[in-house]
């Protein structure tokens, strides 16, 4: 079965570093997400991308974020100059077409990556 | 602003018993509602989705419902197993912000042989 892929499923970084977390949406998938989870909090979205614009996004979505779709196949998340409170899983997911059937806007998350910011 | 609501946080059944998640909406405009699993430090992992204007999905040994009047959801898990230990999400998709999706905090089940 198709999946959503993310690399790197964990990584630690200094505070103020620059990170870069990566994902491969399902192939024939239009939208593309990113969603965190800091420990013990709910799952939150961050940002929604659909013909290479952001088309919608949260208020935790600041000027500290940014999402790129490089090439075919991948789409990320950079997180400049980084904080303590960005220590969270990332989950990035992609669907069909919210305006299909179930199968098409279902949503598909992958298996997040873990960022600890010390 | 939709605000969920999963009741109880945390349930510990004995396996084989039938059981049921609740989860609670403020905002009846949705698009559709999706029931997760999570295991702990992994993904999420789509169970059933129910559209708005249907009443209930079935998967196995799975059936959700979704009464938009009441604001309320549940997820009915038929002769639990210890594999089914894990939290359970329930998501929603608002009306006109339909790439958004709300989450309540989940809740965790543990099935105990």
């Known amino acids: 079965e198709p999946e959503v892929t993310q690399t790197p499923s964990h990584q630690v970084t200094q505070m103020g570093q620059e990170v870069i977390l990566r994902c491969v949406p399902i192939?024939?998938?239009?939208?593309f997400y990113w969603y965190r989870q800091i420990l013990g909090q709910k799952v939150e979205f961050l940002v929604s991308?659909?013909?290479?614009?952001?088309?919608?996004k949260s208020e935790i979505f600041d000027d500290q974020f940014s999402v790129e779709r490089p090439d075919g196949s991948n789409f990320t998340l950079k997180i400049r100059s980084t904080k303590l409170e960005d220590s969270a899983m990332y989950f990035c997911?992609?669907?069909?077409?919210?305006?299909?059937?179930?199968?098409?806007?279902?949503?598909?998350f992958g298996e997040g990556s873990w960022l600890t910011v010390v | 602003k939709q605000e969920v609501t999963q009741i109880p946080a945390a349930l510990s059944v004995p396996e084989g018993e039938n059981l049921v998640l609740n989860c609670s909406f403020t905002?009846?405009?949705?698009?559709?509602l999706q029931w997760f699993r999570q295991d702990p430090g992994k993904g999420l992992t789509s169970l059933l989705l129910?559209?708005?204007?249907?009443r209930e999905q079935t998967s196995g040994r799975l059936n959700a419902s979704l009464d938009k009047s009441s604001g309320r959801s549940t997820l009915y898990i038929a002769a639990s197993q210890p594999g089914d230990s894990a939290t359970y999400l329930c998501a929603f998709m608002n009306s006109g912000g339909y790439q958004k999706v709300t989450f309540g905090i989940g809740t965790k089940l543990q099935v105990i042989p």
């Open positions: 991308f659909y013909n290479n614009e952001i088309s919608e």
């Open positions: 192939s024939n998938h239009l939208y």
């Open positions: 997911a992609s669907s069909l077409w919210p305006g299909q059937s179930p199968a098409g806007n279902t949503i598909y």
């Open positions: 129910i559209q708005s204007s249907q």
């Open positions: 905002d009846s405009a949705i698009y559709n």
